[in-house]
């Protein structure tokens, strides 16, 4: 299993991104995706996850900024972001489980600053 985050970068608070994971090595369709993040010093916490039934969930710190959707034709899953803030500011990670494991892609850096 890998997955390839990309679409990081800097922008300034209110700004938007749109970040992109790339996944190969299992049957994308049947599996739900998850959108982690990790601040300097902080825990790596769970930002959006969307089901195989595209069913989305959020945590509240994003709910209403951030969109998390996928394209099972490319197995890709994005994470559309909006109205960034200098907390957003983290290293993004995508993530799977399969069989039972943690799969992580290498993570897309964001920077929200003026």
Not at 52 to 61: E, H, K, L, M, V
Request: net charge neutral; hydrophobic share 30%.
């Amino acid at each position: 299993v890998q997955l390839q985050a990309s679409g990081g970068g800097l922008v300034q608070p209110g700004g938007s991104l749109r970040l992109l994971c790339t996944c190969s090595g299992i049957m994308f369709q049947h599996y739900s995706l998850d959108w982690y993040r990790q601040a300097p010093g902080r825990q790596r916490e769970v930002v959006a996850t969307i089901a195989s039934d595209f069913n989305t969930d959020y945590a509240d710190s994003v709910k209403g900024r951030f969109v998390v959707s996928r394209d099972n034709y490319r197995d890709e899953v994005y994470l559309q972001m909006s109205s960034l803030k200098p907390e957003d500011t983290a290293d993004y990670y995508c993530h799977v489980v399969h069989r039972g494991q943690h799969f992580w892609g290498q993570g897309t850096q964001v920077t929200v600053s003026q």
